[in-house]
C-alpha cells in the first residue's frame, strides 16, 4: 500500500467543506463498529479499508475537537454520549497479528505502522475528552440545559 495515497486522502477530507460537523458525528458511530469488526475479525484483502477508515476516524474526532475548544454549545451537547467512552471499542481488541498478516497480505512493517496509526487514534481521542472536559467543567448548566 502507498502511504501517500492515504495522506492524500486525509488532505482531500481536511480541505472538503462539504462534509458537515452533524455528519462527522454520525459517521463516526458507523465507523467506530466498522473498525473493531475489521480488527477482531480481518477479512481478506480489506487492510486498505481498516487503515482508511482509521485515518477517517482520526480526522472527525480531529474536526470535533476543534468545534470543542470553539465551544460549539451544540457539538458539545451532541457528543456527551460518545465521550463517556472511556476508548473508542476498536482500541479496546489486542488484534491478533498473525490473522491481520495472513489476511490483509500485510509485512511486520504494515502491522507496526497500523499500530502507530492506532496509538494516534487514542492520542487523538484523549485529546478530545481533554478538551471536552475542560470546556464543559463548571459549566453544565450552559451545555446541557
Not at 492506532?118 to 478530545?128: A, E, M, N
Amino acid at each position: 500500500m502507498c502511504s501517500c495515497h492515504v495522506y492524500s486522502f486525509v488532505l482531500f477530507l481536511v480541505s472538503s467543506p462539504t462534509l458537515g460537523i452533524c455528519d462527522v458525528y454520525s459517521d463516526i458511530v458507523d465507523i467506530e463498529t466498522r473498525l473493531a469488526h475489521n480488527i477482531s475479525s480481518p477479512e481478506t484483502g480489506s487492510g486498505f479499508d481498516l487503515i482508511e477508515d482509521i485515518e477517517v476516524f482520526n480526522n472527525h474526532v480531529f474536526r470535533i475537537k476543534q468545534e470543542v475548544k470553539r465551544k460549539n454549545k451544540t457539538v458539545i451537547k451532541s457528543i456527551k454520549e460518545l465521550v463517556a467512552q472511556e476508548v473508542p471499542e476498536f482500541l479496546t481488541f489486542h488484534s491478533n497479528e498473525t490473522a491481520l498478516r495472513d489476511a490483509f497480505n500485510w509485512t511486520y512493517s504494515q502491522i507496526t505502522a497500523l499500530n502507530y496509526l492506532c496509538i494516534h487514534s487514542k492520542y487523538l481521542w484523549d485529546d478530545l475528552k481533554k478538551w471536552y472536559d475542560t470546556v464543559t467543567y463548571g459549566n453544565e448548566q450552559f451545555y446541557f440545559n
